[in-house]
């Protein structure tokens, strides 16, 4: 069982840059592959970015060279450290915890756990 805890969304202006944090609880966070989703209003969700054994990470094309997933594994942490932000990254964004293959990373359907979600919004 694994607990996740999203935290660090807020307003920020076009250009500006949040750090969003997901706490996970459970012995076995180590094992499993954690990913970040975004939903924005009236679409569906979709695939930010993903860390796994520790330091390798992949990102959707909408957010390569602005975002930059992290994993402090002494404290359970992981982090997306979002850049140069656009109306467009508007969503509430989500962490994820499961062991899907490379070609299912992107699928919601391969994760059994997820945070509550955490609001971003950029506007000016």
């Known amino acids: 069982q694994v607990q996740l805890v999203e935290s660090g969304g807020g307003l920020v202006q076009p250009g500006g840059s949040l750090r969003l944090s997901c706490e996970a609880s459970g012995s076995t966070f180590g094992t499993y592959t954690l990913t970040w989703f975004r939903q924005a209003s009236g679409k569906e969700r979709e695939f930010v970015g993903s860390i796994r054994w520790r330091t390798i990470t992949y990102y959707a094309d909408s957010v390569k060279g602005r975002f930059s997933i992290s994993r402090d594994s002494a404290n359970s942490v992981i982090y997306l450290q979002m850049n140069n932000l656009i109306p467009e990254d508007t969503a509430v964004y989500y962490c994820?915890?499961?062991?899907?293959?490379?070609?299912?990373?992107?699928?919601?359907?391969?994760?059994?756990?997820w945070g509550q979600g955490t609001q971003v919004t950029v506007s000016s």
């Open positions: 994820a915890a499961g062991r899907p293959i490379q070609s299912s990373m992107a699928s919601t359907n391969s994760y059994y756990y």
